[in-house]
């Protein structure tokens, strides 16, 4: 028997309205992804796609449409209920890097499984630091380290909470090309050895062609990219 697909997107309309003017950025768009699928959503600037992934995790509300995760409906939970699917189903990687200057890459990587009260909170988080080579660098505050080392923290920190969905928003965008090239090759090995269904959005089209599918969000709606 098929699996249902670990993410779907139905009818999603996305408006913005100003004191002038009403804005469309997604038109009833629809999408579909498969369990452990690695899908890059490419497009130009402004075209809505940190929108999409904002409007797939829950962190904002669509206009109308659906969001299903899990088989979860998103718009039949509240706040609490969506923050609850976020902690148990989804990681998140984003081109700032997200983490807290007050707390160690030890401390920032731990975080999430603290909340989530994981008996194993600092054993993981040990274990996740060492896959991205940063065991020595423990101790260490975000202004300490390196823009490709806080995105290394950041990856740890996704994959430690081992879950089933990767958001990945722009995840090279803040680094020049040698150390992103690192952090793409860390990603995918570790996406590969979890299993992790990857959702990725770059304006990067190398980085795009390392997945499975390729989106391209034009005029509000999606169209699959054919590689020749």
Do not use: W
Request: aromatic residues 4%; proline residues 4%.
């Amino acid at each position: 028997m098929q699996q249902s697909p670990i993410i779907q997107a139905h009818d999603l309309v996305y408006e913005i309205i100003t004191h002038d003017n009403q804005l469309r950025i997604l038109q009833g768009l629809n999408l579909s992804i498969a369990t452990g699928e690695q899908v890059a959503i490419i497009g130009s600037s402004g075209s809505g796609k940190s929108t999409l992934l904002s409007l797939l995790a829950g962190l904002d509300r669509p206009t109308s449409g659906s969001v299903q995760i899990n088989g979860n409906l998103f718009s039949a939970l509240d706040e609490d209920g969506r923050a609850s699917i976020r902690a148990k189903t989804m990681g998140f990687v984003f081109q700032s890097f997200q983490l807290l200057p007050s707390l160690t890459a030890l401390e920032n990587v731990m975080l999430p499984l603290q909340l989530k009260n994981h008996p194993q909170a600092k054993a993981l988080s040990l274990e996740a630091l060492s896959k991205v080579g940063l065991s020595q660098r423990l101790q260490h505050y975000p202004k300490q380290l390196s823009g490709g080392e806080q995105q290394r923290v950041a990856l740890a920190r996704a994959f430690a909470t081992e879950p089933a969905i990767l958001f990945a928003d722009e995840p090279t965008g803040n680094l020049d090309n040698a150390t992103g090239q690192m952090i793409i090759e860390l990603l995918f090995k570790m996406n590969k050895e979890a299993g992790t269904t990857l959702v990725l959005v770059t304006h990067d089209i190398q980085l795009a062609n390392r997945c499975q599918r390729q989106l391209n969000l034009q005029n509000g709606r999606l169209e699959e990219v054919v590689s020749a």
